[in-house]
């Protein structure tokens, strides 16, 4: 079973920058996302890669600002976040893409990490 832990949240002003990392305990052979859970608010979409690095989707919230990259030799996937909002605020999380075709539905993914907070001081 793959296990995932994330890394790299934490406090910065809006206007700086984060990278996110994801390590994952094994080869996943699989599509990955970040998706993130302010409180209160269902856990939302962030963005999404093949497995190849080849391809790339994001929501469109984070469009421009956020950049999402794997390095298969090291089995991690990073997330990028640049110009963070106050709105940003939130736990990240990555997962495996397990199911289906729709990468934007966190039901379709699988193999959760515990997650990593950032707040977005404005």
């Known amino acids: 079973q793959v296990q995932l832990v994330e890394s790299g949240g934490g406090l910065v002003q809006a206007g700086g920058s984060l990278r996110l990392s994801c390590v994952a305990s094994?080869?996943?052979?699989?599509?990955m996302g970040w998706f993130r859970q302010a409180p209160g608010k269902e856990r939302d979409f962030v963005a999404a890669i093949s497995w190849s690095g080849a391809y790339t989707v994001y929501a469109d919230s984070v469009k421009g600002r956020f950049t999402i990259s794997i390095d298969n030799a090291k089995n991690t996937m990073y997330l990028q976040m640049n110009k963070l909002k106050p709105e940003d605020t939130a736990i990240y999380s990555c997962?495996?893409?397990?199911?289906?075709?729709?990468?934007?539905?966190?039901?379709?993914?699988?193999?959760w990490g515990q997650g990593t907070q950032v707040t977005v001081s404005s």
């Open positions: 094994g080869r996943t052979f699989a599509n």
């Open positions: 997962a495996v893409h397990l199911y289906g075709s729709n990468s934007y539905d966190p039901y379709e993914y699988g193999y």
